[in-house]
């Protein structure tokens, strides 16, 4: 009895650590809630792979690129040269608030800038990994989520 008290103890002290990773499937949620489904005519299925491949579902990495001079933030590792306060802040919102989990100041700031003439480009991720990828639909597989067409 009291070992299985210890285990759960010692199971409470690790959970934290990987607390900040989101699943595949809360991550696409939180992405159709806020309106990115073929949002500027991409899919949600394009959203979670950029998604993953930025930021491997962690809503509050932080990439210090020393050879770009850059450093990347949140689930989309949103440049602070350009969108955030250390640079031109043309999303005009502290780099730190793309790293809050609820992701809503972060889909604020990617709407703006896949608005821009490069889209999704804008990311060199999407490009390599997603843009051609005829197994985009498996990053919604079990999510449970409504995707067809327009929404």
Request: hydrophobic letters at 35%; aromatic letters at 12%.
């Amino acid at each position: 009895m009291k070992a299985s008290v210890i285990l759960s103890l010692i199971g409470f002290l690790v959970v934290p650590s990987g607390a900040r990773i989101l699943g595949r499937c809360v991550v696409a949620r939180k992405l159709y809630e806020g309106g990115l489904n073929y949002f500027d005519g991409y899919s949600l299925e394009n959203w979670v792979c950029l998604a993953y491949f930025e930021s491997k579902f962690n809503p509050t990495a932080v990439y210090e690129n020393s050879r770009g001079g850059y450093t990347g933030y949140g689930l989309f590792q949103i440049r602070d040269s350009d969108w955030c306060d250390h640079g031109r802040n043309r999303c005009r919102m502290s780099c730190s608030g793309l790293l809050n989990p609820d992701l809503k100041k972060t889909i604020k700031c990617v709407k703006k800038i896949v608005r821009g003439k490069e889209g999704m480009g804008a990311w060199p991720s999407w490009s390599r990994f997603c843009q051609f990828s005829d197994t985009l639909e498996r990053w919604l597989d079990g999510c449970n989520l409504p995707t067809s067409g327009i929404l």
